[in-house]
């Protein structure tokens, strides 16, 4: 099992910038690929970022240039650096980690989960 904590959520303005933490526990967390996703209401959840065990990392085109994805493997944390931030980015998001050293972009195939962070942006 693994244990994923969110945080760092929170309020901003239109423009802004957030940085999600992510800390884990409960599985090598160096052979272990990461990802943020968000879900709006209505809509279905969709990958934001993801780093695989090597460093390498994929991001959605939504937010390509404006966020960015990292970690920490002697903290076994992931964080999500978002900048220039707009009020489509508004959701809740979620941490997620995948039994396995590489990255997918299919929801299904994300086998840990965090309890989510909202992250509001207002106009």
């Known amino acids: 099992q693994v244990q994923l904590v969110e945080s760092g959520g929170g309020l901003v303005e239109d423009g802004g910038s957030l940085r999600l933490s992510c800390a884990a526990s409960?599985?090598?967390?160096?052979?272990?690929?990461m990802g943020w996703f968000r879900q709006a209401p209505g809509k279905e959840r969709e990958l934001v970022a993801a780093i695989s065990s090597g460093g390498s990392t994929y991001y959605g085109d939504s937010v390509k240039g404006r966020f960015t994805i990292s970690r920490d493997n002697a903290k076994n944390t992931v964080f999500l650096q978002m900048n220039s931030l707009k009020p489509e980015d508004t959701a809740v998001y979620y941490c997620?980690?995948?039994?396995?050293?590489?990255?997918?972009?299919?929801?299904?195939?994300?086998?840990?989960w965090g309890q989510g962070t909202q992250v509001t942006i207002s106009s």
């Open positions: 997620a980690a995948r039994a396995s050293i590489s990255i997918s972009t299919a929801v299904t195939r994300w086998d840990y």
């Open positions: 409960g599985r090598t967390f160096s052979n272990t690929a």
